[in-house]
């Protein structure tokens, strides 16, 4: 399993994929320059990846704008936080915004709403 990261940085990162995605698929329109509409095919299909990593691009600076800051008491670092549950950008600590959950062992069910009030229900029993 892939280690959790912080998930600004996540969706950074597969935005910037989307754009090597895109170029690639564009590069291997090169091959076929001597039939025009499959080279324009590529060209087109090649633009849709770049044109949603765009998307992704500013609705990432919309998101982190309203994200919270929050300093790691792991590290010391300051990281932004989406959702309920996050990782810290610099050593990945687990960090939340729900005291009731702190110290626990995190998993991304605690970012859908119904769930983690499930989560602390049972955690509340285990404590009785
Ligand atoms: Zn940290």
Same mark, same amino acid.
């Given at each position: 399993?892939?280690? +959790? ?28 320059? $001597?039939? +025009? ?33 929050? $300093?790691? +008491?792991?590290?010391?670092?300051? #990281?932004?936080?989406?959702?309920? @549950? ?6 990945? $600590?687990?960090? #939340? ?14 970012? @859908?709403?119904?769930?983690? $009030? ?11």
């Amino acid at each position: 399993m892939r280690l +959790p990261g912080n998930k600004i940085l996540r969706i950074r990162g597969y935005a910037l994929a989307m754009i090597f995605a895109g170029m690639i698929i564009m590069y291997l329109g090169i091959f076929f320059r $001597e039939i +025009p509409w499959l080279m324009l095919l590529f060209l087109i299909l090649g633009v849709i990846p770049i044109l949603l990593s765009f998307v992704v691009y500013f609705w990432i600076g919309m998101i982190s704008a309203r994200a919270i800051m929050v $300093e790691c +008491p792991n590290c010391g670092g300051y #990281t932004k936080i989406l959702g309920t @549950v996050d990782y810290c950008q610099h050593c990945k $600590e687990p960090l #939340t915004l729900d005291k009731a959950l702190e110290g626990e062992v995190f998993d991304n069910d605690m970012n @859908v709403k119904h769930r983690r $009030e499930k989560i602390k229900e049972e955690l509340l029993n285990k404590k009785r």
